[in-house]
């Protein structure tokens, strides 16, 4: 029987064929599957905008809840769509002088582009307009259209009615208009 005194020579050799192989076997069996899961892309999501049919008849203080609850709503788009990692929300401040500028002349749920003006100021991929529609303090609706800010394209537009002129109608509204959202994944990509 022949002892090996050190690493060099035939039994080194063997000692350290038989370790590379024993480590390629603990490698093998430690191989981990490793999937990363895709940014979702950036959204600008504009501030809900309010058409009521009834506005001429309306006081200083409905149209101030209103707007009061306009506000609430994109907030809440906006946490909600961000929480659940549909889209990176981003923040509308860099471009609000540009937002202001068409806001004071034209409504920005049907402005003929100026969200993708917008969204692409900002450098994201979507833009998302919101708006509420009141037919009356009973019969309301909230509306969300995603649209790619390179081509144009709608990839996403839905309408939730609500029953009642209210702070929580308004949420429940949101909430079901983001679980819309949530159940079309391909809207995102």
Not at 40 to 52: E, H, M, Q, S
Not at 67 to 82: H, I, K, N, P
Not at 126 to 136: A, F, L, Y
Request: net charge positive; hydrophobic share 45%; charged share 20%.
């Amino acid at each position: 029987m022949t002892v090996c005194r050190s690493n060099a020579g035939p039994c080194g050799l063997r000692r350290a064929r038989a370790l590379s192989g024993r480590f390629a076997a603990a490698a093998a069996l430690c191989t981990v599957s490793v999937t990363v899961a895709a940014a979702p892309p950036a959204i600008a999501l504009l501030d809900c905008v309010v058409i009521d049919d009834n506005a001429a008849y309306n006081d200083a203080s409905v149209t101030q809840s209103q707007q009061a609850r306009a506000a609430m709503a994109s907030a809440g788009l906006r946490t909600r769509v961000d929480q659940r990692s549909l889209y990176k929300v981003a923040d509308n401040r860099p471009a609000a002088a540009l937002i202001d500028s068409y806001a004071k002349t034209q409504d920005l749920s049907a402005c003929n582009g100026c969200e993708l003006e917008i969204g692409r100021k900002l450098g994201v991929q979507r833009v998302g307009v919101c708006w509420v529609q009141k037919i009356s303090n009973l019969i309301l609706n909230i509306n969300l259209r995603i649209e790619d800010t390179a081509s144009g394209q709608v990839v996403f537009q839905r309408s939730v009615d609500i029953r009642g002129n209210t702070d929580q109608s308004w949420r429940r509204g949101v909430d079901a208009l983001v679980g819309l959202l949530a159940s079309e994944p391909e809207a995102a990509h």
